[in-house]
Nanobody, 113 residues
């Protein structure tokens, strides 16, 4: 069983919204720092958002005010509003347990102009 499984990606038009979900297995993830990263074609993977608990959240400047990260038990969500073509990429869920980074397989988000 994969420790992290993403879902919710798809093809949308600019200005529309998507909600990504990340399902984690194991109680350790329910209290671990969790994050979303993305990788656009031909580019390196980049940080999008992080949640340490329900009060401490960090965002990349490029998504601040448009994206919202949240968590509920073993689920982590990324609500993406006002999507732009530059938000296109594969979105990965990340969980940090001790010093080990766990990654999901990714979900594709494509935003057309």
């Amino acid at each position: 069983q994969e420790p992290l499984v993403e879902s919710g990606g798809g093809l949308v038009q600019a200005g529309e919204s998507l909600r990504l979900s990340c399902a984690s297995s194991g109680i350790r993830f329910s209290i671990a720092p969790m994050a979303w990263y993305r990788q656009a074609p031909g580019k390196t993977r980049e940080f999008v958002a992080r949640i340490l608990n329900n009060y401490r959240k960090d965002y990349a400047d490029s998504v601040q005010g448009r994206f919202t990260i949240s968590r509920d038990k073993n689920m982590v969500y990324l609500q993406m509003n006002s999507l732009k073509p530059e938000d296109t990429g594969v979105y990965y869920c990340n969980g940090l347990i001790g010093s080990y980074n766990y990654w999901g397989q990714g979900t594709q988000v494509t935003v057309s102009s």
